[in-house]
């Protein structure tokens, strides 16, 4: 199925027509998976492809972005698996002064749909208060997302700050974002990395041996 209408509606930011497409794309029988891939995450490429060139500027990325959300929340009951036990505890969010959120929602939600229980911060999130929240709710996992190159720094004091407060042996860590790399995660201390939604509920329950 070609989900072009879908990807020029998210591209506007026509928030009707993009959550009636995504809802006739459902109702056909498409994988939420593919719809978000193909469609939404397709749509969003070409959106930073765009703003990039000066095409487009801030106030019609955050327009796609809010067109993207509607959407996400029409495909979610789609993602859950119903289950009833929690797997473990993750703090999850948005490192120190970024912004960018809708990927690290859909890892929460795929992750949440696998069975765990999310404690998700938020955006521009300091080391300190992931180091409280970690503290507070005994996490075995922490998530962290970045979209910009300027704020991954904040990922590496992050895990500075929970070493410093001997929280590091703790809890596990899992990176990403879209200028993250395996590299880079290997190289500031994290646990782990993962490049997509579906591979971060892969890697979690690797960290957490649970097969
Ligand atoms: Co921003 N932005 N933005 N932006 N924005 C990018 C990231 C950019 C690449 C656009 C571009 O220039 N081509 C560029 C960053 C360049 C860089 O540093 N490398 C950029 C810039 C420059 C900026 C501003 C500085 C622009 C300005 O003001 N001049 C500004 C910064 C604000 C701030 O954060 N302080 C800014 C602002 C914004 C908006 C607020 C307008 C909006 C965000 C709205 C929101 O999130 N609520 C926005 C958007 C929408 C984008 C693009 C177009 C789309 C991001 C997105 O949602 N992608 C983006 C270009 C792009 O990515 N192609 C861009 C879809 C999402 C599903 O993918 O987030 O990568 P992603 O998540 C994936 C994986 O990365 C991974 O799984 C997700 C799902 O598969 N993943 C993880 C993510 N987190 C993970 C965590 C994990 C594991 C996997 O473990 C815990």
């Given at each position: 199925?070609?989900?072009?209408?879908?990807?020029?509606?998210?591209?506007?930011?026509?928030?009707?027509?993009?959550?009636?497409?995504t809802?006739?794309?459902?109702?056909?029988?498409?994988?939420?998976?593919?719809?978000?891939?193909?469609?939404?995450?397709?749509?969003?490429?070409?959106?930073?492809?765009?703003?990039?060139?000066?095409?487009?500027?801030?106030?019609?990325?955050?327009?796609?972005?809010?067109t993207?959300?509607?959407?996400?929340?029409?495909?979610k009951?789609?993602?859950q698996?119903?289950?009833?036990?929690?797997?473990?505890n993750?703090?999850?969010?948005?490192?120190?002064?970024?912004?960018?959120?809708?990927?690290?929602?859909?890892?929460?939600?795929?992750?949440?749909?696998?069975?765990?229980?999310?404690?998700?911060?938020?955006?521009?999130?300091?080391?300190?208060?992931?180091?409280?929240k970690?503290?507070?709710?005994?996490?075995?996992?922490?998530?962290?997302?970045?979209?910009?190159?300027?704020?991954?720094?904040s990922?590496?004091?992050?895990?500075?700050?929970?070493?410093?407060?001997?929280?590091?042996?703790?809890v596990?860590?899992?990176?990403?974002g879209?200028?993250?790399?395996?590299k880079?995660?290997?190289?500031?201390?994290?646990?782990?990395?993962?490049?997509?939604?579906?591979?971060?509920?892969?890697?979690?329950k690797?960290?957490?041996?649970?097969?």
């Amino acid at each position: 199925m070609s989900y072009q209408t879908l990807m020029d509606a998210v591209i506007k930011g026509d928030i009707k027509t993009a959550t009636e497409e995504t809802r006739k794309a459902v109702d056909a029988g498409q994988n939420a998976q593919d719809i978000l891939d193909q469609g939404l995450i397709g749509a969003m490429n070409v959106v930073g492809d765009k703003f990039s060139k000066g095409a487009i500027f801030v106030p019609q990325m955050l327009r796609s972005a809010k067109t993207m959300q509607e959407c996400v929340e029409v495909l979610k009951p789609h993602f859950q698996e119903n289950a009833m036990t929690t797997k473990g505890n993750i703090v999850l969010g948005t490192v120190k002064g970024d912004l960018h959120d809708i990927g690290k929602n859909l890892v929460g939600m795929m992750l949440e749909g696998a069975g765990f229980n999310i404690i998700d911060l938020g955006v521009d999130v300091a080391p300190e208060v992931f180091v409280e929240k970690i503290k507070e709710v005994k996490a075995d996992i922490l998530g962290m997302s970045a979209l910009l190159s300027t704020t991954m720094p904040s990922m590496t004091q992050t895990i500075k700050a929970l070493m410093d407060s001997d929280q590091r042996d703790n809890v596990k860590v899992i990176i990403g974002g879209a200028p993250v790399t395996r590299k880079f995660a290997e190289d500031i201390g994290a646990d782990s990395y993962a490049p997509d939604a579906g591979a971060a509920v892969n890697e979690t329950k690797k960290l957490l041996n649970i097969t």
